[in-house]
Nanobody, 124 residues
């Protein structure tokens, strides 16, 4: 069984930073493309960022491009999301996801495994 566990969420003021972590167990982490998604109340799950299995290719949603950075440490079975210059509209539950693919998809429907989510709240 593949498990993903997010951590690092919390309350931060606008303009601040957080780093989310996603620890993966029960699978071959280096074979997965990894993604981050978020969902606010009443809204659809939104693509945030993704990274290829090798870490050589990264992708970002338009709303976070230039502010967020995704990275992975395959030796630690962990993917990160560094979030800078946070805005109140970034408030959401953030989910880590894994896809058995070389290149990641931006659609949540394409991902095979999901974490439980971690709450990020940005105050104005």
């Amino acid at each position: 069984q593949v498990q993903l566990v997010e951590s690092g969420g919390g309350l931060v003021q606008a303009g601040g930073s957080l780093r989310l972590s996603c620890a993966v167990s029960g699978g071959t982490f280096s074979s997965y493309a990894m993604g981050w998604f978020r969902q606010a109340p009443g809204k659809e799950r939104e693509f945030v960022a993704a990274i290829s299995w090798s870490g050589g290719s990264t992708y970002y949603g338009d709303s976070v491009k230039g502010r967020f950075t995704i990275s992975r440490a395959n030796a630690k079975n962990t993917v990160y999301l560094q979030m800078n210059n946070l805005k109140p509209e970034d408030t959401a539950v953030y989910y880590c996801a894994a896809e058995v693919a070389i290149l990641p998809a931006s659609s949540a429907d394409e991902y095979d495994y999901w974490g439980q989510g971690t709450q990020v709240t940005v105050s104005s």
